[in-house]
């Protein structure tokens, strides 16, 4: 399975949130309402592509971000922030609440790449793989 999500790749990541403090003097960790935005708008653009069934074997995940070029050639590696970990890890949690397999550990390999480029997006792969 491979496809495309036609948005500008988001450069909040899972790393950005928040931390308050409860009434009681407790911290707790929160999303602000820009990172809730970045997560709503990436599932409902993933939500497209949701799988008949989950995934349930081993699997390799390829994903290569595409940012706005800018001042940048096409097809030019990326090597400023967002970091790839960070922005991977938002995008499997949504691919796993939105059921596209049981569990993000069924991620065996990882393939990430980030681009600047012509065409702004997220190109993503899903290969079950072997167990042999």
Same mark, same amino acid.
């Given at each position: 399975?491979?496809?495309?999500?036609?948005?500008?790749?988001?450069?909040?990541?899972?790393?950005?949130?928040?931390?308050?403090?409860?009434?009681?003097?407790?911290?707790?960790?929160?999303?602000?309402?820009?990172?809730?935005?970045?997560?709503?708008?990436?599932?409902?653009?993933?939500?497209?592509?949701?799988?008949?069934?989950?995934?349930?074997?081993?699997?390799?995940?390829?994903?290569?971000?595409?940012?706005?070029?800018?001042?940048? &050639?096409?097809?030019?590696?990326?090597?400023?922030?967002?970091?790839?970990?960070?922005?991977?890890?938002?995008?499997?949690?949504?691919?796993?609440?939105?059921?596209?397999?049981?569990?993000?550990?069924?991620?065996? &390999?990882?393939?990430?790449?980030?681009?600047?480029?012509?065409?702004?997006?997220?190109?993503? &792969?899903?290969?079950?793989?072997?167990?042999?």
């Amino acid at each position: 399975m491979h496809f495309f999500l036609n948005m500008n790749p988001p450069t909040k990541t899972q790393q950005e949130h928040r931390i308050g403090i409860s009434k009681n003097g407790k911290p707790y960790i929160y999303e602000d309402r820009d990172l809730k935005t970045v997560r709503s708008n990436l599932g409902r653009a993933l939500s497209k592509f949701i799988p008949e069934e989950p995934y349930t074997g081993a699997i390799r995940l390829t994903v290569k971000w595409l940012f706005p070029r800018r001042k940048h &050639s096409d097809g030019e590696y990326k090597t400023t922030k967002p970091d790839t970990d960070n922005l991977n890890k938002m995008l499997k949690d949504e691919m796993t609440r939105l059921g596209f397999w049981k569990d993000d550990a069924l991620v065996a &390999s990882e393939i990430i790449e980030k681009f600047w480029a012509e065409i702004p997006g997220i190109y993503i &792969s899903i290969e079950e793989l072997s167990n042999g």
